[in-house]
């Protein structure tokens, strides 16, 4: 069993930054992706970025360029820097671990709200 626990998050004004991060509690092998996804009030919840155990990235469209997704493997952590933050990055961020060779193991961080807002 995995357990994600998120810190970070908060109200920013547009263009500033903000750092989440995810512990994981257990033992994540190599072969989970790590990973942060959000959900913005009435929309599906969508991926955000991803990060193999291998440093592989993935990000959204809305997002390249602005977020970074890094990930710590010997400290089972994964962060996710937000830089140029706009109103529409406005969500609720979970944190998410699943496994590649099997995709139903997945846990999910509490969420974390963050608001861009002047």
């Known amino acids: 069993q995995v357990q994600l626990v998120q810190s970070g998050g908060g109200l920013v004004q547009p263009g500033g930054s903000l750092r989440l991060s995810c512990a994981a509690s257990?033992?994540?092998?190599?072969?989970?992706?790590m990973g942060w996804y959000r959900q913005a009030p009435g929309k599906q919840r969508e991926l955000v970025a991803l990060?193999?155990?291998?440093?592989?990235?993935n990000y959204v469209d809305s997002v390249k360029g602005r977020f970074t997704i890094s990930r710590d493997n010997a400290k089972n952590t994964v962060s996710l820097q937000m830089n140029s933050l706009k109103p529409e990055d406005t969500a609720v961020y979970y944190c998410?671990?699943?496994?590649?060779?099997?995709?139903?193991?997945?846990?999910w961080g509490q969420g974390t709200q963050v608001t861009v807002s002047s």
């Open positions: 257990g033992t994540i092998f190599s072969q989970y992706v």
């Open positions: 998410n671990v699943q496994n590649v060779v099997t995709p139903s193991v997945t846990f």
């Open positions: 990060i193999t155990s291998g440093g592989g990235t």
